[in-house]
């Protein structure tokens, strides 16, 4: 088989690793720490975006509230933030998500996540804003440093984009996970979870709704070995297991993400226009659908092989063998073809979002960027803003500082 369409343990390669560097660059400071939360705990990236002197922007959904986000920071002193609840239906412009396709999300085996809008949202305010650097942090990660916030922000007046990995705990999907439990190789790749992006940049892409949608995001950087990884930071320990259907949700994106990668290590010298057109073959799909059903069974065969004397264990072992059931039967219903139509439908998909995203150079104040957005629900408060906009005890979520005044559309055509 050839090599390209082969699944490999590691695209280290494709990272240009700047985290043992003897020297940082220095540049400009981040605009912004960008936080798609889903949970109600953000007192850490609150602390940190108070020691950075960096303002925070929460974009909140399910267990995160508005109203308690924004207390934490009223109570965290030198934090500030604009707090925006982002609702279930929630529709960034006119931007098509071609994902949430009904083929696709049966594909994806239902899967509902709010994480690629709220990313996509984050990048388009930070144009409408005129800022020129933003670091997105998920609301799960932990020993996130000042010193390599200030170094990742650095190379990204030279690089479009500039990540962190998470290797304790591995930031890993659940096949993966079980990969690593089984003994066999398993990496840790870089991902949007500490994610800084230069929104000046002419090409900035945007996050498609399907699992590894960072991996998406970056891909023309990873394809040119081009990506600098800046260091490591820690998430937050989960059950990968818990619930043996999270690997079917993630299948798709897994397999799709891993595939296009395949071909980025395994073709180089290849151009990004010559490795998409090798990605929009179905030989290539029917292939490294194959090896992956392989890849799949092998690890379930090792599992079954591992020797655990412990009953946590073996009961790890036993979750992990459904999960990987639950991915196989997924992975049956996902063709070469439909695999195909993704890719291209993607790309067509970033022609359009280059035509969404709003021109370089605005700059409007918040509250015009929150009516651009068409956004109900927000919030400006803690240290040093203005109190005009800014959240009191006693009239902070009062509809009409927290609603939008109608104003005409700024966007590009």
Not at 244 to 250: H, K, M, N, V
Request: glycine letters at 4%; one cysteine or more.
């Amino acid at each position: 088989m050839n090599n390209s369409v082969k699944h490999v343990s590691s695209h280290a390669s494709l990272l240009r690793d700047v985290s043992t560097a003897s020297t940082s660059p220095s540049g400009s400071r981040l605009d912004a720490i960008v936080v798609p939360a889903s949970r109600p705990s953000l007192q850490r990236l609150i602390s940190l975006s108070a020691d950075l002197s960096v303002p925070l922007v929460v974009l909140c959904s399910r267990q995160a509230q508005v109203e308690k986000v924004a207390e934490r920071v009223e109570a965290t002193f030198g934090a500030r933030a604009l707090v925006i609840d982002v609702p279930h239906d929630y529709q960034l412009l006119d931007h098509h998500h071609f994902t949430s396709d009904r083929a696709f999300w049966k594909a994806s085996a239902e899967r509902a996540s709010d994480l690629s809008i709220k990313r996509n949202l984050g990048l388009v305010l930070a144009r409408l804003r005129g800022w020129s650097k933003i670091l997105f942090v998920d609301d799960d990660i932990s020993q996130l440093r000042p010193r390599d916030v200030a170094r990742l922000s650095g190379y990204l007046d030279r690089h479009p984009v500039a990540a962190m990995a998470s290797k304790q705990f591995p930031d890993n999907s659940v096949v993966c996970h079980a990969r690593r439990l089984a003994g066999l190789g398993q990496d840790v790749f870089v991902s949007g979870a500490v994610l800084g992006v230069n929104t000046q940049h002419s090409a900035v892409s945007f996050f498609p709704d399907v699992y590894n949608e960072d991996w998406f995001f970056f891909a023309q950087h990873a394809a040119a070995r081009s990506l600098p990884k800046v260091g490591e930071v820690r998430q937050d320990e989960y059950d990968p297991y818990f619930d043996p259907q999270r690997a079917a949700r993630e299948e798709l994106g897994d397999l799709l993400a891993e595939g296009l990668y395949a071909l980025f290590n395994g073709t180089p010298g290849w151009d990004l226009s010559e490795q998409l057109r090798a990605a929009t073959s179905s030989r290539h799909w029917r292939l490294f659908i194959e090896d992956r059903r392989q890849m799949i069974s092998e690890t379930d065969n090792r599992l079954s092989a591992v020797p655990y004397t412990s009953e946590s264990g073996t009961s790890a072992v036993c979750k992990a063998q459904k999960s990987l059931g639950k991915a196989a039967e997924q992975l049956d219903i996902i063709t070469p073809e439909l695999c195909v139509d993704f890719i291209e439908r993607w790309r067509e998909d970033d022609v359009r979002w280059q035509q969404v995203m709003p021109r370089r150079g605005t700059a409007l104040s918040e509250r015009e960027a929150m009516n651009e957005l068409q956004v109900e629900k927000w919030v400006s408060c803690g240290y040093g803003t203005d109190p005009g906009s800014s959240k009191s005890r006693t009239a902070a979520f009062d509809s009409s500082l927290i609603r939008s005044s109608d104003r005409p559309k700024v966007l590009s055509s």
